[in-house]
């Protein structure tokens, strides 16, 4: 099992940047593909970037493209989020997940993850 705990959320105006950072438990951390999703109130769970084990290949939401950048630190049991040129429809609660590397579900897909934080709230002010 994974245990997953993000942090580094908070307010912050239009054109700015945030870093979020989630702590995972477990020995097994660097199995497990990652994902950061978000949700705005009313709204489905939408993705927002993954990354491969070993951290070699990324992969981002078009509307994230070019502002988001996710990474990962295995010897940390650590993945990131860094967030530039913060819109106020980046407003959202970010949540980070860990996909089952055998599933049989897109990495774009919510149900392709098994485990999952409790959220970071971000609000990005006009």
């Known amino acids: 099992q994974v245990q997953l705990v993000e942090s580094g959320g908070g307010l912050v105006q239009a054109g700015g940047s945030l870093s979020l950072s989630c702590a995972a438990s477990?020995?097994?951390?660097?199995?497990?593909?990652m994902g950061w999703f978000r949700q705005a109130p009313g709204k489905e769970r939408d993705f927002v970037a993954a990354?491969?084990?070993?951290?070699?290949?990324?992969y981002y939401a078009d509307s994230v493209k070019g502002r988001f950048t996710i990474s990962r630190d295995n010897a940390k049991n650590r993945v990131y989020l860094q967030m530039n040129s913060l819109k106020p429809e980046d407003t959202a609660v970010y949540y980070c997940?860990?996909?089952?590397?055998?599933?049989?579900?897109?990495?774009?897909?919510?149900?392709?993850?098994?485990?999952w934080g409790q959220g970071t709230q971000v609000t990005v002010s006009s």
């Open positions: 990354i491969t084990t070993s951290g070699g290949s990324t």
């Open positions: 997940a860990a996909r089952d590397p055998q599933g049989a579900y897109s990495r774009y897909d919510r149900r392709a993850y098994n485990y």
């Open positions: 477990g020995r097994t951390f660097s199995s497990y593909p």
